[in-house]
């Protein structure tokens, strides 16, 4: 429809352009170079022929063109203006989901000069994965654990306490990176390469991509860990909102496997100890609901081996 209007517009601009340009070329150059706005009017003889009914005529028929044109477009407007919000959207996920990806297609050879190689460290699917990574500051090499961020979204649904939501945090995490480990900084107001419109552009691709984490059958209890845990007790038990778990500080806290457990089943309540020096608030949910008994065993067996 909006086209359609365009399209008459333009259409009525070109003929009227022919027009003018026709009679000026088919009118005799020696006759009066006089312009028609500066020519005597017709006299009244002429004007009381059909001349007055064609006058008026057209004086009556451009404003109920107008009056039609106008209001057709104006119905049309909002409808416009969402199928545009909706291209815009939709042209930000593409470039989204091309930054994200490697600059050459490990499977095809595609080239994508895009790409800022997020895939080579989140996984292709943004699945997560691992990668060697030399720590600048201490020199160690490690493999590290790299999170999943297919369901990045879902696991911050709480964000980290100073953060509105989940997208705050997320664009702020990409922005900035994570000093001291393997993920860099994006932002260009940090001195990365991405701009303002790009990180958006990440940002609402991961956003479409999100989905509810899910413990597979043979999730091992790294995974486990990683998809329920992770968001508060930091990437492989580094700490965060909730407490590290390092140099075996859970066996120390849990001297008995079996308090350890029911602990992860029921969570802490408010002013409740737990443990051999645990101080609960109540911000550490209970996964009873959520884990089975046997993934139970295996996260805890895993918080156990950090
Ligand atoms: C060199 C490997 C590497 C690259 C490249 C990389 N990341 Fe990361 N990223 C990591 C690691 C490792 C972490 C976990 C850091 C930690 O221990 O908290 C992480 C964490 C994150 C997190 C927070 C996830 C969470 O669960 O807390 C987001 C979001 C993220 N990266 C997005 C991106 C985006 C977007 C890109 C591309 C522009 C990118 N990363 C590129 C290694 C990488
Ligand atoms: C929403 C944030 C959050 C999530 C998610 C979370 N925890 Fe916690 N966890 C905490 C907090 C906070 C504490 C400290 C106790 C308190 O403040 O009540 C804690 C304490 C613990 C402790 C005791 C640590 C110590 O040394 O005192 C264990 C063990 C634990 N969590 C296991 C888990 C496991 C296993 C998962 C995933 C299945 C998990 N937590 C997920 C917030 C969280």
């Not at 995490?173 to 958006?200: A, C, F, H, S």
């Not at 580094?238 to 496997?257: D, H, L, V, W, Y």
């Not at 408010?270 to 645990?278: K, M």
Request: proline share 7%.
């Amino acid at each position: 429809m909006g086209q359609l209007l365009i399209a008459l517009l333009v259409g009525a601009v070109a003929a009227g352009a022919a027009l003018v340009v026709l009679r000026t070329r088919s009118e005799p150059k020696t006759k009066n170079k006089v312009p028609p706005a500066l020519r005597p009017a017709d006299i009244d003889a002429v004007l009381e022929s059909t001349r007055l009914t064609k006058i008026h005529g057209w004086g009556l028929a451009r404003p109920l063109v107008c009056a039609f044109v106008m209001p057709a477009y104006w119905v049309q407007e909002p409808q416009n203006r969402l199928d545009t919000e909706k291209m815009f959207e939709e042209e930000s996920l593409e470039r989204g989901e091309r930054y994200y990806a490697m600059a050459t297609d490990q499977e095809t050879g595609e080239s994508n000069p895009a790409g800022k190689e997020c895939a080579r460290c989140h996984g292709v699917e943004a699945e997560g994965g691992t990668n060697d990574f030399l720590n600048p500051d201490t020199g160690v090499r490690s493999v590290v654990q790299v999170p999943e961020l297919k369901t990045v979204f879902a696991r911050y649904e709480e964000p980290p306490p100073g953060f509105e939501d989940a997208e705050e945090f997320i664009r702020e995490t990409i922005e900035r990176g994570r000093p001291g480990t393997d993920m860099p900084t994006w932002g260009n107001k940090y001195g990365g390469p991405l701009t303002e419109q790009e990180l958006d552009d990440i940002v609402a691709w991961l956003k479409s991509i999100n989905e509810e984490p899910e413990v597979g059958a043979d999730a091992t209890g790294d995974q486990i860990f990683n998809q329920f845990c992770s968001t508060c007790h930091g990437i492989g038990g580094a700490g965060g909102s909730g407490p590290a778990m390092k140099g075996g500080s859970e066996t120390r806290q849990f001297p008995n496997i079996e308090d350890h457990k029911t602990f992860v089943k029921e969570g802490s309540k408010p002013g409740q100890p737990y443990g051999t020096s645990g101080q609960g608030t109540g911000a550490m949910p209970g996964w009873a609901g959520t884990l089975t008994d046997e993934q139970i065993q295996l996260v805890v067996d895993y918080e156990r081996s950090l």
